[in-house]
């Protein structure tokens, strides 16, 4: 079956750390995306990538980094910069920038301990 | 800017029919899309409005008015299932076609 992988579903970080987030699709999408949400709010879209070794900042991009060398994989990296990151992450794919279906993994908890 | 409102919990019985409201404000609005999340989920696409009127899937319907840049979920005979978080979200030329979500509104369903 198609979809979007994210993994793994719980992490735990250290203060300091850097850790890398997975996300695979084999829904043969162009576009993937990286949301943040934290308890009882909408989602905040962190870093968005249109094409192969291209991608763009969303609203709160700052102490994250992302790739995207394949069109399957788009991993997102939260570094040590990032002083709040425990929350909810959501990566997602859409077939092209303006499809009006956005797909989702299942999402990975963050916790810093 | 870029803003969305909807309730942040509504409740309703288990049969009933409910509304959810969400008002925006954007330029160069391109649509409005609800999503459904689970607690501990991921959202899922219910539906997308992009001109005036009603759109009907099944038990849900979704509304827009362009000109009060205003919508709604509607949802109809309700189910224990339907127990979730509903979100909308916009899409406009101002986020360069992302989408921009509403903070969420969460339906309580009592039997």
């Known amino acids: 079956d198609g979809g979007i992988t994210q993994s793994p579903k719980y992490l735990f970080r250290k203060e300091g750390q850097n850790v890398t987030l997975s996300c695979e699709q084999n829904?043969?999408?162009?576009?993937m995306y990286w949301y943040r949400q934290d308890p009882g709010q909408g989602l905040r879209l962190i870093y968005y990538?249109?094409?192969?070794?291209?991608?763009q900042k969303g609203d709160i991009a700052e102490g994250y980094s992302v790739s995207r060398e394949k069109k399957e994989s788009f991993p997102l990296t939260v570094t040590s910069a990032q002083k709040n990151p425990t929350a909810f992450y959501l990566c997602?794919?859409?077939?092209?920038?303006?499809?009006?279906?956005?797909?989702f993994g299942q999402g990975t908890r963050l916790t810093v301990v | 800017g870029q803003s969305l409102e909807q309730p942040s919990e509504v409740t309703a019985v288990e049969g009933a029919i409910v509304q959810i409201n969400c008002t925006y404000q954007?330029?160069?609005?391109?649509?409005l899309s609800w999503y459904q999340q689970h607690d501990g989920g991921a959202p899922t696409f219910l539906s997308y409005?992009?001109l005036d009127g009603l759109e009907e899937t099944g038990r849900f319907s979704s509304f827009l008015s362009r000109s009060d840049s205003y919508g709604y979920l509607l949802l109809q005979e309700l189910q224990m299932k339907d127990s979730a978080s509903y979100f909308c979200?916009?899409?406009?030329?101002?986020?360069?076609?992302?989408?921009?979500w509403g903070a969420g509104t969460k339906l309580i369903i009592k039997p």
């Open positions: 997602a794919s859409t077939p092209l920038r303006e499809e009006t279906e956005a797909f």
């Open positions: 829904l043969n999408h162009d576009a």
């Open positions: 990538s249109q094409i192969v070794n291209d991608f």
């Open positions: 954007t330029s160069g609005f391109y649509g």
């Open positions: 409005n992009a």
């Open positions: 979200a916009v899409r406009s030329l101002d986020s360069n076609y992302q989408l921009i």
